[in-house]
Each structure stands twice: as C-alpha cells, then as structure tokens.
C-alpha cells in the first residue's frame, strides 16, 4: 500500500483517487476550497462534476495543503494546467528531495511553452516528475469502466512503480520513456478537439470528424518529431488514443466548447457554458507558437486560432483548410 496525494478535486482527480483508493492505496485529496473539501468529506459525492458516483470512505478530503502532502510517496497533481506553475509553488515548503509527483494536467504553458513537467521540475527542483495520459474521461474512469494509459518518465524504475500503483482491472497501464511526446499529444489533442467540436456545431457529419482526426495526428506529430518526440507516442495512446476520444466523446469538454463555437457563439461563451476548464482554449496559442518555432506546418491549429482570438467565422476556417493547395498525402 502507498501513501497517496490527490492534488485537485475535480473530476479528474477525484476519479484518480477512487482509482488509488479501490487499489488499496492511502488517499487524502486536495481542494483549494475549503467548503467543496467539508462537503464532499461529509456527502461522499461530488455532484457538479461526478454526478451519480460514490466516493470511497476511505478517502480523505482536505484544503490544508500540508496535510494532504505530508509523508506521502506519490502525489497526484491534478489541477488545470493554467494552476500548474500556481500550485508547484505552493508545493515548494511541503515537498522532499525526491518526491514522486505524477502529472495528470494536458496543456503547454503559453509563454514559456513548457510543458507541465517542464514546469513542475523548474519550480520543485529534485522532484521525480512523470505524466500519466490516455483516453481516460473522468466520467468513465470513475465508474469503473475498462481503459488503458500510459504513463511517461525519466527511467523506466520511476514508470514501472507508478505503474504498479495505477494498474487496475479497469485501468491497464503501460510505460514509456517518451515523457516528452506524451505531453504533447495530451496538450495538443485538446486543440484538435476544439476543432472537431466546431465541425459537429456546423452540422458536418462522420466523414468531416474523420478527417480532422486524421489529419490533426499529422500535425501533432509532425511537430512533436520536430521537438524531439518518437513518431510512435503519437500512434498510440496518448496520440490517437487519447484524441479519438476527445474528438468524439459527449463527455469532452473540449468537443462540447467547439460544438458551440461552431453553433455561433464566442470563445467566451462557450468557455462560460462548458463550466468547466477548456484546456484546448489555453493550449491553442502555445501550439501555434511552437509551430512557428519550429518551422512546422499545423493548418488546423491555424485555423482555430483565429477562430478562437480573431473572430473569423468557423464556415470560412473550413473553407479555406480545404481549398488550400492541394498536397500529396505521401511523397512521391
């Protein structure tokens, strides 16, 4: 059994804790909100973001940071990726020399266009940083239903222990050492989905979803080649896996934000009706940077971009995505 920490109780975290927790494992979760901690530690729910699911009573919710991280051997940080940097700092006088921290958060920092662990290990020094990433809803995972992650580390020591903490009859996980290419295709998924959210809003059908996912794994992994990642991530879980899913699935928020941006509203509003963090919406500008740092062709990423921030209707994205030069699919 391992003592575990849950940072963030959304409904990622508050999945992943139930996960830890039905493996036998110790788990106290963090909440920055002291009343959302009493409540769901008196209700054992979490209603506005797991309706319907039993939490555990074994685990502990809390808003006292130094509590949850106390003499734990794995801490799960599980907020927003825009808290990533936020949160890493108030970790800073709770956190030892060699602490195990296992990123669950999908975005790039805008900016710096880091990755999260890049982060996390820039602000906790002497930290083993890994992510854990896959076609994993929260909706899903929480009730028990079969998926498969992949988790991402320095040394095959640190993937294969998180690995053994994970595993599940209901959640099978594998190891990689391309910690890299998996935080990209988490974070740049998230864009894609966006994109792919908007075509359902327009009204397009199966053929159009297809081809977005098929060619949005293009760019992801065109560029994340470009950055030093290994062209088979983005074939696998965290890839398209993880975007398959996000493109598809009633429960990614990512889909839902596109499918109303593509309905006629905002960035805003869209962003306001989800009620939940679009981490698509944070991404997308930290992507369309990296391609240009790069030199890395990304057409759709492109596009949403000006959907999002420059108020360019989402027909005319599409029409120009499809009427562009016209290009082989493989050299000749």
């Not at 906790?124 to 998926?147: D, I």
């Not at 327009?202 to 081809?211: E, R, V």
Request: proline share 3%; with cysteine; glycine share 10%.
């Amino acid at each position: 059994m391992a003592k575990t920490a849950v940072i963030g109780a959304g409904s990622w975290g508050t999945a992943l804790a139930i996960l830890l927790s039905d493996n036998g494992h110790e788990v106290t979760v963090w909440s920055h909100r002291k009343e959302e901690a009493e409540r769901i530690q008196s209700t054992r729910r979490h209603e506005s973001k797991l309706p319907g699911v039993e939490i555990p009573d074994g685990i502990v919710f809390t808003d006292q940071l130094a509590e949850a991280v106390n003499g734990k051997d794995l801490l799960v940080l599980a907020v927003p990726s825009s808290a990533i940097r936020s949160t890493s700092r108030r970790l800073k006088d709770y956190v030892t020399e060699g602490q195990i921290i296992v990123n669950v958060a999908k975005g790039i920092e805008e900016g710096t266009l880091f990755t999260m662990t890049d982060i996390i290990e820039e602000e906790l020094p002497g930290v083993r940083a890994a992510a854990l990433s896959g076609p994993s809803h929260a909706e899903e995972v929480s009730r028990r239903m079969p998926t498969t992650c992949v988790v991402g580390a320095h040394s095959r020591e640190l993937a294969e222990y998180i690995q053994s903490i994970f595993i599940s009859p209901a959640f099978r996980v594998y190891t990689s050492p391309d910690l890299l290419g998996i935080e990209l295709g988490a974070a740049l998924k998230n864009v894609i989905a966006l994109a792919a959210g908007t075509a359902d809003g327009l009204g397009y059908g199966d053929n159009t979803k297809a081809a977005l996912i098929t060619r949005g794994i293009t760019e992801i992994t065109r560029l994340g080649i470009a950055m030093g990642g290994r062209q088979e991530t983005f074939y696998g879980l965290a890839g398209i896996g993880d975007l398959i899913v996000t493109c598809a699935s009633v429960h990614s928020r990512n889909r839902k934000a596109g499918y109303l941006i593509g309905q006629g509203r905002t960035m805003q509003e869209a962003m306001d009706e989800v009620k939940m963090v679009v981490e698509g919406v944070y991404s997308a500008k930290a992507a369309i940077a990296l391609s240009r740092k790069y030199q890395v062709e990304m057409p759709i990423v492109e596009q949403i971009n000006q959907v999002l921030f420059e108020g360019k209707k989402p027909d005319a994205a599409v029409r120009e995505l499809m009427m562009r030069n016209p290009r082989e699919e493989l050299e000749w």
